[in-house]
T-cell receptor, first 113, second 118 residues
Framework: AQTVTQSQPEMSVQEAETVTLSCTYD???????LFWYKQPPSRQMILVIRQEAYKQQNATENRFSVNFQKAAKSFSLKISDSQLGDAAMYFC??????????FGKGTRLHILP | GAVVSQHPSWVICKSGTSVKIECRSL??????MFWYRQFPKQSLMLMATSNEGSKATYEQGVEKDKFLINHASLTLSTLTVTSAHPEDSSFYICSARPVAGSAIYEQYFGPGTRLTVT
């Protein structure tokens, strides 16, 4: 069975600094998607970034980028120039196109002013 | 962008009554919708997968007679919590996946419904 592990329950970063959130997953599939979702205090799930497993190039969305290591089954999220609005729960998620997303337990990110 | 709405956003009901939560995809069609439950400071727990025109598939441990799911159209799925009890109090989130063939493969999430059973 597929699993997603986020080993950092909480992290803190100074405003304007860079932080990396870790995520590892386990699967025997070769074709899948990986996502990072942000859940702010409003609890609305917001897609931060998406990575297709067949793409070797790491996905980037403005200040957010990933380090996708397929062989190591690692999918970390880097947030550059951290802003107060980045404070939220971040969930790593795996989707093998079989209609079910598997979420990690989440990392709560605090931004220190 | 794709928008999913949920109604109501917050509901309080008395123990023993039933409550219905609606999930609508507003600007796209969704053959598959998902219902999640989230406890405070925890991750999302998938309850069931709902496919338009067919019976929902429930995750292990989820009582299908208690959590009734209906996916009557390509834009609407409903979750009915029957004979609600205080332990059913939680945050319920739905998501929708665009129909097959869409260029975008991801789920879009509703804003959630907070259920409080007194």
């Amino acid at each position: 069975a597929q699993t997603v592990t986020q080993s950092q329950p909480e992290m803190s970063v100074q405003e304007a600094e860079t932080v990396t959130l870790s995520c590892t997953y386990d699967t025997s599939e070769s074709d899948y998607y990986l996502f990072w979702y942000k859940q702010p205090p409003s609890r609305q799930m917001i897609l931060v970034i998406r990575q297709e497993a067949y793409k070797q190039q790491n996905a980037t969305e403005n200040r957010f980028s990933v380090n996708f290591q397929k062989a190591a089954k690692s999918f970390s999220l880097k947030i550059s120039d951290s802003q107060l609005g980045d404070a939220a729960m971040y969930f790593c998620a795996y989707d093998n196109r079989d209609d079910k997303i598997i979420f990690g337990k989440g990392t709560r990110l605090h931004i220190l002013p | 962008g794709a928008v999913v709405s949920q109604h109501p956003s917050w509901v309080i009901c008395k123990s023993g009554t039933s409550v219905k939560i609606e999930c609508r995809s507003l600007d796209f069609q969704a053959t598959t919708m998902f219902w999640y439950r989230q406890f405070p400071k925890q991750s999302l727990m998938l309850m069931a997968t709902s496919n338009e025109g067919s019976k929902a598939t429930y995750e292990q441990g989820v009582e299908k007679d208690k959590f009734l799911i209906n996916h009557a159209s390509l834009t609407l799925s409903t979750l009915t919590v029957t004979s609600a009890h205080p332990e059913d109090s939680s945050f319920y989130i739905c998501s929708a996946r665009p129909v097959a063939g869409s260029a975008i493969y991801e789920q879009y999430f509703g804003p959630g419904t907070r259920l409080t059973v007194t």
